[in-house]
């Protein structure tokens, strides 16, 4: 009886080391649709392929959300809805790096990519210019910091207003009695 106890112990020990956990399940999962839409050298975009990504990032976060992965599997899940002009789920992924992951070292562009979303994907100018601004106020070293002043400066401005002020900004910049180049 002992030599069976002790065998049914074993087989189980090598069991349990042999099966991923739920969590090395998810992430394979995540690498394996990745590495599909990575590979597709058609250059067109498998948009199931990418929604379904999108999922099992948000999944990922949502199941494992200590996970040193969590934030940036959000992150991620946010930059592919925000290129499949899902603007409403970009920016939930956005918020919820924002309200649950404070030290996440890409809050800085995950501020800026919420700005750029409600800007150019809601139209929702007031919140664009909060979040511009939340990120120039929070981020004044950060290589997007002139990115988000341009947006703040030109946003709400025609095409013809642009086309006047970068017009008008480049009359500037010539020297007084120097030939211009044509």
């Keep these: 009886m002992k030599k069976f106890v002790l065998f049914f112990l074993i087989v189980s020990a090598i069991f349990t080391s042999c099966s ?24 067109v975009l498998d948009k199931q392929v990418a929604l379904d990504l999108t999922t099992q990032y948000a999944n ?15 992150f991620k899940a946010g930059e592919m809805a925000m290129n499949l002009s899902m603007g409403t789920k970009a920016i939930m992924y956005f918020n919820k790096i924002v309200q649950q992951y404070a030290g996440y070292k890409k809050m800085p562009e995950t501020l800026f990519l919420l700005a750029f979303v409600y800007e150019n994907q809601m139209n929702n100018e007031k919140m664009a210019t909060e979040l511009y601004q939340r990120f120039m106020d929070n981020y004044p070293d950060h290589v997007l910091y002139k990115d988000a002043k341009a947006s703040l400066d030109n946003m709400g401005k025609s095409l013809e207003e642009l086309i006047k002020s970068f017009e008008e900004k480049q009359a500037k910049k010539e020297v007084p009695g120097e030939a211009k180049e044509i």
């Excluded at 969590?23 to 990745?34: C, K, P, T, V």
């Excluded at 990922?60 to 959000?74: E, G, M, S, V």
Aim: glycine share 0%.
């Design 20 to 43: 991923k956990s739920p969590r090395d399940a998810a992430n394979d999962n995540i690498l394996a649709l990745e590495k599909q839409l990575t590979e597709d050298t058609t250059m």
């Design 60 to 74: 990922f976060a949502d199941n494992f959300p200590a996970d040193t992965l969590a934030p940036h599997y959000l």
